[in-house]
């Protein structure tokens, strides 16, 4: 009995029925039609009749929903999506992406205010694009959306559209999302505050110089500001752009007596309870509403009425405490010179008390207000050792106790029962345990039912043996490997110390006298040495054996024309390392603070007279010798992509 073959959808035969039917029920807006019509054409390869599909949702949009002659209607695209594109990746008629996919032509084709229409549907189907079925094959279609329209829009004149992108990224990627954390502590250096760095020429120049302090006129509560005054006042703005410059002593010192100026500002002149609330607002607004401003106003003339504005002397004192909780707290990639001193901690817990005293008094709800500061930044702490954890996901945790039965005390549902203490004693006794009242000591206690046999156990036996223990030192004392004096291990005193403690349990030679003292460790190390290494044939052996096989391998270098090096899986070579200092030449000065270095070895680096290769190179050693073992491929393309290079290392790693 032969069997008859499945039948081959042609694809300008499934486009015709697909494309007709699509037509028709998109008016009537009946997905169930459109399913049949689909289910009826037989193909024995389903991926096909995705791929069918697939092209078909392209071109109904394209011909149908944004023709170039006519204005598109963005319901309808809405609709499309909702309905026809998403239902049918649900169902596997199409593939995953197809939604995103048609989305993003839509995008590229509408002006800016049609696509901030659009964008409502990419919200509300926020909970969609994190489904299982979608979010691995969307989310970065949905990033290169979100950033080609940030890139499009203006930040000054579409604010709150660059906004709405920006909230929904957060909604939508997962907290552990590496895109979307600043993972190596960046600041944003762009952001400057600019004031008028020359003092008014319109300035009555007849004023005393010496008469520039604060004036407080008790009256009237009136503050009197001086151009001094406004200098130090908004060049404290730089240090809060970029707190690193305060580990250096002369920009420490200058950002100390600014701060301190400013604050005996704010102490000398206390707020009434109506600061900040402006005499012109009606009494029909509400007392709670906000008044919000993205960037400082930084006419001098401003200044005193900022001075006497409650909201304005909270910002000021609230960056003061999040820059000093940066300059104390443990960052991951903070260098070894960025520490503080004591004189500095000291100085910074005092003007830390001030502050808080001061927000206390700024009116209204000072104190409440204090403490609320006080909790959030205690609340940053924990956040801050998350991101030196490497930002570990919290979902993972939520899939192993997601089965898991708790009970009431655990955070669960249900009370669990408590069994008889003499049901509990006949267990044990039967099982032969012992119950320590702790299940870690219980479980550590039996282990082995005899304690001290267990101790005995070989595998309990830690002390190395004397041929591996004193192999390489051996190995040392031969002219013929010409190993200099300072790098012999005999010389090392801690190895020294180790090698007397094994000798004592291991070598009878330990406990023969000889005639002479010892004079000095090393010494001794080596006349004992000499005596183990004719006890120990192996070592002779070994030499032969590695002596023979150099050989062969020399030979095999010379034939094959290659280097006979091993690689280490993942770790960076010598002739990689060399590619990259090529790459990196023109940018070793940004890679440098990233990798860890010390700050001699770096000024020793950048004083050689060295080409910026030779110096990147010498840099990428260094940190090789840093890192040790964790010196890997992907490590320094992590570090790359942070510094936004790694398009320039393109090719190293292939």
């Excluded at 049609?114 to 189907?125: A, D, G, I, M, R």
């Excluded at 009970?407 to 320590?436: C, F, H, T």
Aim: net charge negative; charged share 30%; aromatic share 10%.
């Amino acid at each position: 009995m032969m069997v008859t073959p499945a039948k081959v959808l042609k694809f300008s035969e499934g486009q015709k029925q697909l494309l007709g039917s699509l037509k028709q029920n998109f008016k009537d807006e009946n997905f169930g039609n459109f399913e049949k019509t689909f289910d009826s054409l037989v193909s024995h390869d389903t991926e096909n009749k995705k791929l069918v599909l697939d092209q078909i949702f392209r071109e109904f949009l394209t011909r149908n929903l944004l023709p170039p002659s006519a204005s598109p209607d963005i319901a309808a695209c809405q609709r499309f999506i909702v309905q026809f594109a998403i239902q049918a990746a649900r169902k596997g008629f199409c593939s995953p992406g197809t939604p995103i996919q048609v989305l993003s032509d839509m995008f590229d084709i509408l002006t800016l205010a049609h696509c901030e229409t659009l964008f409502k549907t990419v919200e509300q189907e926020v909970t969609t694009w994190r489904e299982q079925v979608f979010f691995v094959s969307c989310k970065n279609n949905l990033l290169r959306i979100c950033n080609d329209l940030l890139r499009r829009l203006s930040r000054t004149q579409n604010t709150v559209f660059c906004g709405r992108i920006l909230l929904f990224l957060a909604k939508f990627f997962p907290f552990s999302e590496r895109s979307g954390l600043n993972v190596i502590s960046e600041f944003n250096l762009d952001n400057t505050t600019n004031f008028n760095k020359e003092e008014d020429d319109d300035k009555d120049e007849k004023d005393d110089k010496s008469d520039l302090k604060i004036k407080i006129d008790a009256d009237e509560h009136n503050l009197n500001v001086d151009y001094s005054l406004y200098c130090k006042f908004w060049q404290i703005q730089d240090y809060f752009r970029n707190p690193v410059q305060c580990y250096q002593k002369v920009p420490w010192k200058t950002f100390s007596s600014y701060a301190s100026d400013v604050l005996s500002t704010f102490q000398s002149f206390k707020l009434d309870p109506n600061s900040g609330r402006s005499a012109s607002v009606s009494t029909s607004t509400p007392a709670t509403a906000e008044q919000y401003f993205a960037k400082y106003l930084t006419n001098q003339n401003l200044l005193q009425l900022q001075l006497s504005d409650s909201n304005f002397r909270r910002y000021i004192l609230l960056q003061f405490l999040i820059l000093f909780q940066y300059l104390k707290s443990n960052v991951k990639f903070k260098t070894d010179a960025q520490t503080l001193e004591s004189s500095q901690t000291k100085w910074i817990e005092e003007t830390k008390g001030k502050i808080f005293k001061l927000l206390a008094e700024t009116p209204p709800n000072g104190s409440e207000f204090s403490k609320s500061v006080k909790h959030i930044l205690h609340r940053e702490e924990h956040w801050n050792k998350w991101k030196n954890e490497g930002c570990p996901s919290f979902a993972k945790k939520l899939e192993e106790n997601a089965g898991e039965k708790r009970p009431i005390g655990e955070g669960g549902s249900y009370r669990r029962k408590k069994r008889k203490l003499g049901d509990l004693i006949q267990k044990e006794i039967a099982e032969k345990k012992v119950n320590l009242g702790n299940s870690g000591l219980t479980a550590l206690w039996n282990l082995h039912p005899d304690n001290l046999e267990a101790c005995r156990a070989k595998d309990r036996d830690f002390l190395p043996s004397l041929e591996n223990y004193f192999e390489e030192a051996i190995e040392q004392l031969d002219p013929r490997n010409e190993i200099e004096e300072a790098y012999k291990k005999v010389n090392n005193g801690e190895w020294g110390w180790r090698a007397l403690r094994l000798m004592s349990r291991r070598s009878s030679h330990f406990f023969i006298s000889g005639n002479n003292p010892i004079a000095k460790l090393p010494e001794y190390l080596e006349s004992m040495l000499g005596k183990m290494a004719k006890e120990m044939p192996g070592l002779g052996a070994k030499e032969e054996t590695e002596v023979g096989m150099s050989a062969d391998v020399g030979d095999a270098i010379a034939e094959n024309g290659e280097e006979g090096e091993v690689k280490e899986t993942g770790r960076v070579t010598d002739a990689q390392l060399v590619d990259l200092s090529n790459k990196l030449a023109d940018n070793w000065k940004k890679l440098a603070p990233k990798l860890g270095i010390a700050d001699d070895k770096l000024t020793e680096i950048s004083e050689n007279d060295d080409s910026d290769g030779d110096k990147c190179l010498a840099l990428l050693k260094a940190w090789v010798e840093v890192e040790g073992p964790g010196a890997t491929q992907d490590e320094i393309v992590y570090i790359l992509e942070g510094l936004k290079l790694a398009s320039e290392i393109e090719g190293v790693f292939a």
